[in-house]
């Protein structure tokens, strides 16, 4: 077959869950926080994760960062078989293949918005140095200015793109946003969806936003809804 007929093969999903459960023991009550979910997401994709408080996007975000097991399913990130991970090599998953941005930005007060970025790749085993790819990475974010500022002088919203700057940082292959916008004003939310979107569309990182709000989940180019524990 000549070439350009040839049937291209399908690339594996960055993130793949199949049967995924978790239950939590409160007292004597298991608690079925996640039912079977089953999910995929393509590598360069921007999903959004929708449900309202309760509904289990929570727990799907940190067992998918590796920060709690699951009860029962399968969880592969980036060809990584999370079940068969040691502590030490699910550690190591956070360091290099999934970065994180929380709801509350967990800047450390004391350090300058370029220092809070930096201590992460020192963590990481990296070069502290940022590459001039990243340098054109916070250009987008639009904190190039304020990286000598000290979290108590940066608004909400530019502490958020701080956030977003040291989840991406060391180049994971995803980012795991939980709710990057339930702390600010409409204003700032709307920068700060901007842009992971830009950085979606000009960089190809695979981002999975988890959210509440469908004015915020509008800025992906997919979104899944899950409730009591289930993909609907």
Request: hydrophobic share 40%.
């Amino acid at each position: 077959m000549s070439e350009t007929g040839a049937v291209r093969p399908r690339l594996a999903p960055i993130i793949q869950v199949r049967g995924l459960t978790k239950v939590y023991q409160v007292g004597e009550v298991d608690v079925h926080a996640l039912r079977g979910v089953d999910l995929e997401i393509a590598r360069g994709e921007f999903v959004a994760i929708v449900g309202a408080s309760g509904s289990g996007k929570s727990t799907l975000f940190h067992i998918l960062g590796g920060l709690t097991p699951p009860t029962a399913g399968a969880v592969t990130i980036d060809g990584k078989d999370l079940a068969g991970m040691s502590n030490r090599e699910r550690t190591n998953l956070r360091k290099t293949t999934v970065g994180f941005v929380f709801q509350k930005y967990n800047l450390l007060p004391t350090l300058s918005a370029e220092d809070n970025i930096k201590i992460v790749e020192y963590i990481g085993g990296r070069s502290t140095r940022f590459t001039p790819a990243f340098e054109e990475v916070l250009n987008l974010l639009g904190i190039t200015d304020r990286l000598k500022h000290k979290p108590r002088a940066l608004s909400g919203g530019q502490q958020q793109r701080v956030a977003i700057a040291r989840g991406i940082v060391n180049r994971p292959a995803i980012l795991l946003a939980d709710e990057p916008t339930g702390n600010l004003d409409s204003q700032n939310s709307a920068a700060v969806l901007r842009v992971l979107k830009d950085l979606n569309e000009q960089t190809g990182q695979t981002i999975l936003m988890i959210t509440h709000d469908p004015e915020a989940a509008a800025y992906a180019s997919r979104t899944v809804h899950i409730r009591d524990g289930r993909i609907v």
